[in-house]
């Protein structure tokens, strides 16, 4: 069992202090330092351990799945491929994405609310891309009464100057 410590560090006249547990290991007792994950207060550590690793959460509620594909664009042209609308009075929460296409590409993710898209939010430059996001907050787009639609979009640049592409997006996401 560790116990509480830490290292005392000689920059300045008082010495900083390092945050660590202190254990035994072998025969020698060791200082571990410490990292914190979490929060700003004392307590508010994250615990690692061998058997369960870094404790990480992503709930997915009710994951809504819609595959978009266009069978062509030209050598060097765009496609945007678009989610589903946001339910009315709900939020989506992209949790998931996975791109592909037949030749190189440029993959921008944007949100568009009320048919009008965000800047790019992320750029991926591949031939297939799977990204699932950190957490399902990371980005999100709420439904809006307007006339557009409000979802999630990728945007995607055929990279080969010479032949068409064919390219597929599907998204994940919750409805809350």
């Given at each position: 069992?560790?116990?509480?410590?830490?290292?005392?560090?000689p920059?300045?006249?008082?010495?900083?202090?390092?945050?660590?547990?202190?254990?035994?290991?072998g025969?020698?007792?060791?200082?571990?330092?410490?990292?914190?994950?979490?929060?700003?207060?004392?307590?508010?550590?994250?615990?690692?351990?061998?058997?369960?690793?870094?404790?990480?959460?992503?709930?997915?509620?009710?994951?809504?799945?819609?595959?978009?594909?266009?069978?062509?664009?030209?050598?060097?042209?765009?496609?945007d491929?678009?989610?589903?609308?946001?339910?009315?009075?709900?939020?989506g929460?992209?949790?998931?994405?996975?791109?592909?296409?037949?030749?190189?590409?440029?993959?921008?993710?944007?949100?568009?609310?009320?048919?009008s898209?965000?800047?790019?939010?992320?750029?991926?430059?591949?031939?297939?891309?799977?990204?699932?996001f950190?957490?399902?907050?990371f980005?999100?787009?709420?439904?809006n009464?307007g006339?557009?639609?409000?979802?999630?979009?990728?945007?995607?640049?055929?990279?080969?100057?010479?032949?068409?592409?064919?390219?597929?997006?599907?998204?994940?996401?919750?409805?809350?």
């Amino acid at each position: 069992m560790a116990t509480d410590s830490f290292i005392q560090v000689p920059v300045d006249a008082g010495g900083k202090k390092v945050d660590a547990d202190q254990l035994v290991v072998g025969v020698n007792t060791v200082q571990r330092q410490r990292v914190q994950v979490t929060g700003p207060a004392a307590t508010d550590i994250a615990r690692v351990n061998a058997s369960e690793g870094l404790s990480t959460s992503l709930a997915v509620l009710s994951a809504n799945r819609t595959h978009s594909t266009t069978a062509s664009v030209a050598a060097g042209g765009q496609a945007d491929l678009d989610a589903s609308q946001i339910s009315s009075g709900l939020t989506g929460k992209l949790v998931q994405i996975i791109i592909s296409s037949s030749v190189p590409f440029k993959a921008e993710l944007k949100t568009v609310l009320n048919a009008s898209a965000s800047g790019t939010l992320v750029t991926w430059i591949n031939r297939a891309v799977d990204c699932t996001f950190a957490h399902k907050k990371f980005l999100t787009v709420a439904h809006n009464a307007g006339a557009g639609i409000d979802t999630f979009r990728v945007t995607i640049t055929n990279l080969d100057t010479t032949s068409a592409a064919d390219v597929y997006a599907t998204f994940f996401y919750d409805e809350e």
